[in-house]
């Protein structure tokens, strides 16, 4: 399969990717020094965000590599490990805990938002379950399987506490269910029964 990119975009990408480094040394080069501990200078959150740069680019290539086959067989076990590392969050010496929250986990020299895999999991899993042949817009065991799912991780979330992500997950998944065809009544049920919950 012959695959190809946007130049331009490709380009935008990588110069706002250098002026996001640019700025994240300019206001911390001056602030690092300041820092009580030893092992703090003033590139150690440059050098943080080099290393999460780095995995953002390998991350895309992967992606960008990544035969559509190939996609479909890793989407149950992709959204099997987002859970996992969800769940990890809350292991002492593993999750972090910050203004009450535990919400990320140690990836050294950096932390990483096991949400942010969550989303795109379900994305990519949504994506699969609605192109299934037995996928029925007017169908309600077909709207039941993705809505619980979502309140799987959105339950996690709640305990973390993140609200910002249970809610974005929510919109995420309705959204795609009601550009599948799904019947709009079914999507207004869930947002009444939703409501209470979040408020």
Same mark, same amino acid.
């Given at each position: 399969?012959?695959?190809?990119?946007?130049?331009?975009?490709?380009?935008?990408?990588?110069?706002?990717?250098?002026?996001?480094?640019?700025?994240?040394?300019?206001?911390?080069?001056?602030?690092?020094?300041?820092?009580?501990?030893?092992?703090?200078?003033?590139?150690?959150?440059?050098?943080?965000?080099?290393?999460?740069?780095?995995?953002?680019?390998?991350?895309?290539?992967?992606?960008?590599?990544?035969?559509?086959?190939?996609?479909?067989?890793?989407?149950?076990?992709?959204?099997?490990?987002?859970?996992?590392?969800?769940?990890?969050?809350?292991?002492?010496?593993?999750?972090?805990?910050?203004?009450?929250? +535990?919400?990320?986990?140690?990836?050294?020299?950096?932390?990483?938002?096991?949400?942010?895999?969550?989303?795109?999991?379900?994305?990519?899993?949504?994506?699969?379950?609605?192109?299934?042949?037995?996928?029925?817009?007017?169908?309600?065991?077909?709207?039941? +399987?993705?809505?619980?799912?979502?309140?799987?991780?959105?339950?996690?979330?709640?305990?973390?506490?993140?609200?910002?992500?249970?809610?974005?997950?929510?919109?995420?998944?309705?959204?795609?269910?009601?550009?599948?065809?799904?019947?709009?009544?079914?999507?207004?049920?869930?947002?009444?029964?939703?409501?209470?919950?979040?408020?």
């Amino acid at each position: 399969m012959n695959k190809t990119y946007d130049r331009w975009f490709l380009l935008i990408t990588f110069f706002l990717l250098g002026l996001g480094a640019l700025m994240i040394y300019s206001s911390t080069a001056v602030v690092s020094p300041a820092m009580s501990k030893k092992d703090i200078t003033q590139f150690f959150y440059f050098k943080r965000h080099l290393f999460t740069m780095l995995l953002g680019f390998a991350a895309m290539f992967a992606a960008y590599r990544l035969r559509p086959e190939t996609l479909n067989k890793i989407t149950l076990p992709l959204l099997i490990f987002s859970f996992l590392l969800l769940v990890l969050v809350f292991v002492p010496g593993m999750g972090i805990s910050a203004g009450g929250a +535990k919400r990320w986990l140690r990836l050294w020299p950096s932390t990483f938002q096991p949400s942010e895999l969550v989303k795109l999991s379900m994305v990519i899993f949504l994506a699969k379950y609605m192109s299934a042949y037995n996928y029925r817009t007017d169908s309600f065991a077909s709207f039941i +399987k993705p809505i619980a799912i979502m309140a799987v991780f959105q339950v996690i979330f709640l305990k973390q506490p993140d609200f910002g992500a249970a809610i974005s997950l929510g919109i995420i998944t309705l959204a795609m269910l009601f550009f599948s065809g799904m019947k709009l009544r079914y999507l207004l049920s869930m947002a009444v029964f939703a409501l209470p919950v979040a408020v």
